[in-house]
């Protein structure tokens, strides 16, 4: 039995993370084969430093197989825009200005990642002085990106990864704090479970910015085994009149690099293949479209 392709209708990503330790590891092209001929148009890359990356090689190896690579922005202990230090705040802006000509580079008409602050598990909260600064900084790169054609999404994540962005609500009021008309929310199941009250609520909260849906499950592995109802939000959100792009997010301690497992708290092998969470999630996907579309026709 062949495998579920993903609907034409819907425009899916998937995490190279959840099958590769870096994006040019052996056996990079066949999953890139195979992801594509699972009807993913997109990738998704780690955070990672252009000087580390063939770009110009990962591009070809993309657009080859139809696909385009969506690098992530971040920001670190000394280049963080949301800094009470002004060199550490141009640091983390010139770290955006990168990412931004990262995904030029590459293609991509969209710049994903956690723009806002270092990612890391908190000590403390985040003061209201950091979070402007933080979202005044965000702002003016959404905006420069948006003149190159690339939309910026901002990650909202759990309290044990940052203290500054972690419901939709917070999101929608950092993003308008930002200035920009042009910030985009990227919105992560996975993160949804531990901190919203309602995913479906939280989605068309966040609706009027929403650009990004990542499907990934509790325990991190195969969307179909975890208590998330992944095919629920998928419907659900559909229902709500979300249009915008979607991803799958997924990773095991056999597959990811040491500093990646140290960073993600990925402690166990929760699956061995990573061309079998992309297939896995293929199926979940059209599940969530499938009943979507019986609920209108």
Known sequence: MSATVIPEQLDVAFHVSAALPE??????????????????????????????????????????????????????????VSSVDPWVREAGAKALRDAIELAARLGS?????????PFGRP???????????????????????????????MEVLNRYETAMV????????????????HLAIHLDTFHMAIEEADASEAIRMALPRLAYIELGQSGRG???????????????????????????????????????????????????????????AAEIIESGWAAHEAGVS
Do not use: K
């Open 166 to 181: 972690n419901t939709a609500e917070q999101a929608m009021e950092y993003a308008e704090q930002s200035g920009s008309e």
């Open 222 to 280: 195969l969307l179909s085994r975890g208590s998330v109802d992944v095919a629920g939000v998928v419907r659900g959100a559909l229902d709500a009149g979300y249009t915008g792009r979607w991803g799958v997010e997924a990773f095991s301690a056999s597959l990811l690099s040491p500093a990646a497992q140290d960073a993600l708290a990925i402690w166990r092998p929760t699956y061995r293949d990573g061309v079998s969470v992309a297939s896995d």
């Open 109 to 117: 008409d969209r710049l994903g990642g956690v723009p806002y602050g």
């Open 123 to 153: 000590t403390t909260g985040v003061p209201l002085d950091a979070w402007r600064r933080s979202a005044a900084a965000v702002g003016l790169a959404a905006e420069e990106a948006f003149e190159r054609g690339i939309t910026m999404t």
């Open 23 to 80: 994006p040019a590891s052996p056996g990079s092209g066949d999953v890139l084969d195979a992801v594509a001929e699972l009807g993913y148009r997109r990738i998704v890359l780690p955070p990672i430093d252009s000087r580390d990356l063939d770009v110009d090689a990962l591009r070809e190896a993309c657009e080859r197989r139809g696909l385009t690579a969506i690098p992530m922005a971040g920001q670190t202990p000394d280049a963080d």
